[in-house]
């Protein structure tokens, strides 16, 4: 079998080319996981957008990446679980929120019925339980959010794929796993 490489920038299109520059200016590197969505300018620039237009959206950061790290979990994505363990951290939660978070159990019940949800739909590929969207609705989210968070899910499966399908080497800190 084929085995797909973590690509340089100058294995790439000159539009992907672009976007991994704006990337080193902002972050400070290209992650492997953008890269090798590079091979692809297009995919790599339409994740970008879905995921940068979700984020004006109803959800917190905090939430946003709660959300990442429970679906993340749900795919088994080491890559995802490091990078957004990271992210989850730099925007608030602690190491112990975020293992709590994949466990999808944690005390505050909004976010409990947010990370539920995400998960259920991920688990149940799309057909989320009744009980799990009651919940949600019950915390006070309504069918924007909803939408908003099957997009959410819809931005973390793709990169979990990618992951998945690549086994390209995780360029963060290791998630600890969870028991």
């Given at each position: 079998?084929?085995?797909?490489?973590?690509?340089?920038?100058?294995?790439?299109?000159?539009?992907?080319?672009?976007?991994?520059?704006?990337?080193?200016?902002?972050?400070?590197?290209?992650?492997?996981?953008?890269?090798?969505?590079?091979?692809?300018?297009?995919?790599?620039?339409?994740?970008?957008?879905?995921?940068?237009?979700?984020?004006?959206?109803?959800?917190?950061?905090?939430?946003?990446?709660?959300?990442?790290?429970?679906?993340?979990?749900?795919?088994?994505?080491?890559?995802?679980?490091?990078?957004?363990?990271?992210?989850?951290?730099?925007?608030?939660?602690?190491?112990?929120?975020?293992?709590?978070?994949?466990?999808?159990?944690?005390?505050?019940?909004?976010?409990?019925?947010?990370?539920?949800?995400?998960?259920?739909?991920?688990?149940?590929?799309?057909?989320?339980?009744?009980?799990a969207l009651e919940n949600f609705?019950?915390?006070?989210?309504?069918?924007?959010?909803?939408?908003?968070?099957?997009?959410?899910?819809?931005?973390?499966?793709?990169?979990?794929?990618?992951?998945?399908?690549?086994?390209?080497?995780?360029?963060?800190?290791?998630?600890?796993?969870?028991n």
């Amino acid at each position: 079998m084929k085995t797909i490489q973590v690509p340089v920038k100058e294995q790439v299109s000159a539009d992907a080319q672009v976007i991994f520059d704006q990337m080193q200016k902002r972050l400070g590197k290209v992650p492997n996981l953008y890269a090798t969505i590079g091979y692809s300018a297009n995919a790599l620039k339409g994740f970008l957008d879905f995921d940068a237009t979700l984020s004006k959206g109803v959800f917190s950061p905090k939430e946003r990446e709660a959300i990442a790290l429970v679906v993340s979990e749900v795919n088994g994505c080491a890559y995802c679980l490091a990078g957004h363990t990271l992210a989850a951290i730099k925007n608030g939660f602690s190491k112990e929120d975020t293992l709590a978070i994949r466990r999808a159990n944690v005390p505050d019940p909004k976010l409990r019925a947010l990370i539920q949800l995400a998960k259920s739909i991920t688990v149940n590929k799309g057909h989320a339980d009744e009980a799990a969207l009651e919940n949600f609705f019950a915390a006070g989210y309504d069918e924007a959010a909803v939408m908003e968070l099957i997009g959410l899910v819809t931005v973390r499966v793709f990169t979990n794929y990618v992951f998945a399908l690549t086994n390209i080497p995780v360029d963060f800190p290791a998630a600890e796993p969870i028991n």
